[in-house]
Each structure stands twice: as C-alpha cells, then as structure tokens.
C-alpha cells in the first residue's frame, strides 16, 4: 500500500513563494505519473501539474504556467512543487496523487492514491 504525505505549507503574501513536497511510503511504482490537484472551499477539485517517473513529460494548468514548477526525485521517493508568483487565487488545500500507470493526465480519475493535503494561503 502507497501512502502520500504533503508539507509544506502555510500563509505567504501575494507575490511570495513557497515549495510543496509530497513523500511517498510504502510499496512504490517508480514509473507511474504523480501529480498535484488543489481545491478551495466550494469549489471543484483543479488539476494544478502532472509529472513522469523520469521528469520528461510534464503538464501544467494554464493558471499556474510559468509560475509553479513541478519535479521528482525517485531516489528519495519525493515529489515538489515549487510555487512562485503567488496569488490570492492560488489558496487552496493542495493535494499529491499517484497515477495507475506511467501516463500524464489532467483527470483526477486517472490517480488511485491520494495524501491528506496542505494548506496554503496567499494573503493580498
């Protein structure tokens, strides 16, 4: 069984940075995407990034290209998301996921494994 842990949020003005870590535990599919989803009170789950096993293949939503990074480090079974640029629309609980196979995708349906989230919040 896979477990995802996220941290590192928390409260940041508008036009900070904060980076998001998702470790994973337990039995590991190295080559299975992973991704980060965020959802804001009433509103819909968002996809927010999507990354392969080996980091070539990467997908971002249109509201956060050219500000969030994502990347992987299989060694260390972590996955990052670096966040900049920051705006008050950016505050949800931010979500990791594990994919059921090595494809990247935007639908959540595409991911089995899911952590407890992190909040962050952007204060304007």
């Known amino acids: 069984q896979v477990q995802l842990v996220e941290s590192g949020g928390g409260l940041v003005q508008a036009g900070g940075s904060l980076r998001l870590l998702c470790a994973a535990a337990?039995?590991?599919?190295?080559?299975?995407?992973m991704a980060w989803f965020r959802q804001a009170p009433g509103n819909e789950r968002e996809f927010v990034a999507s990354i392969s096993w080996n980091s070539t293949m990467k997908l971002y939503a249109d509201s956060v290209k050219g500000r969030f990074s994502i990347s992987r480090d299989i060694a260390r079974n972590i996955m990052y998301l670096e966040m900049n640029t920051l705006k008050p629309e950016d505050t949800a609980i931010y979500f990791c996921?594990?994919?059921?196979?090595?494809?990247?995708?935007?639908?959540?349906?595409?991911?089995?494994?899911w952590g407890q989230g992190t909040q962050v919040t952007v204060s304007s």
């Open positions: 996921a594990r994919a059921r196979s090595i494809y990247v995708t935007k639908d959540r349906r595409a991911y089995d494994y």
């Open positions: 337990g039995r590991t599919y190295d080559r299975d995407a």
